[in-house]
Nanobody, 123 residues
């Protein structure tokens, strides 16, 4: 079990950048695949990006590919989401998640979730 705390959200103009961080507690962080998901008002939670425990494999939703970059620092128990060229449709609450096993784009494979951080992109 790990506890996750996101930070770095905020208000940004279209075309701008934000870097989200997700700090994890626990000594077994490096055993977990990590994912970022987002939920906009009135919509279901959707996959954004995921990274394997070693960081060697990454996956992205088509909507963010080429604009967002997921990375992790196991020494700091932290996973990051660098978001560039932001668009108004990226506005959502972004949550990080941790799951034991093979990295997945499916939210049901993650059983540890943070509270989320709001990202708002103005046009």
């Amino acid at each position: 079990q790990v506890q996750l705390v996101e930070s770095g959200g905020g208000l940004v103009q279209a075309g701008g950048s934000l870097r989200l961080s997700c700090a994890a507690s626990g000594r077994t962080f490096s055993s977990y695949a990590m994912g970022w998901f987002r939920q906009a008002p009135g919509k279901e939670r959707e996959f954004v990006a995921a990274i394997s425990w070693s960081g060697s494999n990454t996956y992205y939703a088509d909507s963010v590919k080429g604009r967002f970059t997921i990375s992790r620092d196991n020494a700091k128990n932290t996973v990051y989401l660098q978001m560039d060229s932001l668009k108004p449709e990226d506005t959502a609450v972004y949550s990080c998640a941790a799951g034991i096993g093979i990295v997945s784009i499916n939210k049901v494979r993650y059983d540890n979730w943070g509270q989320g951080t709001q990202v708002t992109v103005s046009s």
